[in-house]
T-cell receptor, first 115, second 115 residues
Framework: ETGVTQSPTHLIKTRGQQVTLRCSSQSGHNTVSWYQQALGQGPQFIFQYYREEENGRGNFPPRFSGLQFPNYSSELNVNALELDDSALYLC??????????????FGQGTRLTVV | AQTVTQSQPEMSVQEAETVTLSCTYDTSENNYYLFWYKQPPSRQMILVIRQEAYKQQNATENRFSVNFQKAAKSFSLKISDSQLGDTAMYFCAFMTTDSWGKLQFGAGTQVVVTP
């Protein structure tokens, strides 16, 4: 089991609402990446934060936003929720540097259901 | 565009037997990493094995080994002496050195180990 923790584990929201998901990175890791995994599919990259700055973004609309804090924990915010946002949201942390990016450790995910 | 293809939705194997999962990818990059991740029902994505594209030698981790064919852009995973705890979804993933931290995943292969 890794040191990456995500909260909450499960969440039910209504369409149009806003949601915040949280991730605590593993000790010593300064990079956090977020992924969306729809049912029966592989994870899709949302964005990455490195030392509190966004450092790459996948094909997701601006209503998906994030933050990284000085302790390297991170939040994923989704505004104006849509039914298709229902998915497992995975957070991965990794050490800094080039080689470190190939050592991502994942949390257990947050299951978001939009009704 | 870079893609990862896993053509086997599900594989069944008996305990102690061997199973091979296939993965092909498409990229124009020369420097990249390939990964196999395991996702059990607990949902946490666990790294099984990693291969650096510049290394010709195939990676091995205990009962897990890969067959990396760079020219064919093929990266298969062999699970030897299968155990019940190997039952999980297995994802092939890919990351280039110019998109550090952004893992691109295939659709996954469900492995079921039977007694």
């Amino acid at each position: 089991e890794t040191g990456v923790t995500q909260s909450p584990t499960h969440l039910i929201k209504t369409r149009g609402q806003q949601v915040t998901l949280r991730c605590s990175s593993q000790s010593g890791h300064n990079t956090v990446s977020w992924y969306q995994q729809a049912l029966g599919q592989g994870p899709q990259f949302i964005f990455q934060y490195y030392r509190e700055e966004e450092n790459g973004r996948g094909n997701f609309p601006p209503r998906f936003s994030g933050l990284q804090f000085p302790n390297y924990s991170s939040e994923l915010n989704v505004n104006a929720l849509e039914l298709d946002d229902s998915a497992l949201y995975l957070c991965a942390s990794s050490p800094g540097g080039l080689a470190g990016q190939a050592e991502a450790f994942f949390g257990q995910g947050t299951r978001l259901t939009v009704v | 565009a870079q893609t990862v293809t896993q053509s086997q939705p599900e594989m069944s194997v008996q305990e102690a037997e061997t199973v091979t999962l296939s993965c092909t990818y498409d990229t124009s990059e020369n420097n990249y990493y390939l990964f196999w991740y395991k996702q059990p029902p607990s949902r946490q994505m666990i790294l099984v094995i990693r291969q650096e594209a510049y290394k010709q030698q195939n990676a091995t981790e205990n009962r897990f080994s890969v067959n990396f064919q760079k020219a064919a852009k093929s990266f298969s995973l062999k699970i030897s002496d299968s155990q019940l705890g190997d039952t999980a979804m297995y994802f092939c993933a890919f990351m280039t050195t110019d998109s550090w931290g952004k893992l691109q995943f295939g659709a996954g292969t469900q492995v079921v180990v039977t007694p």
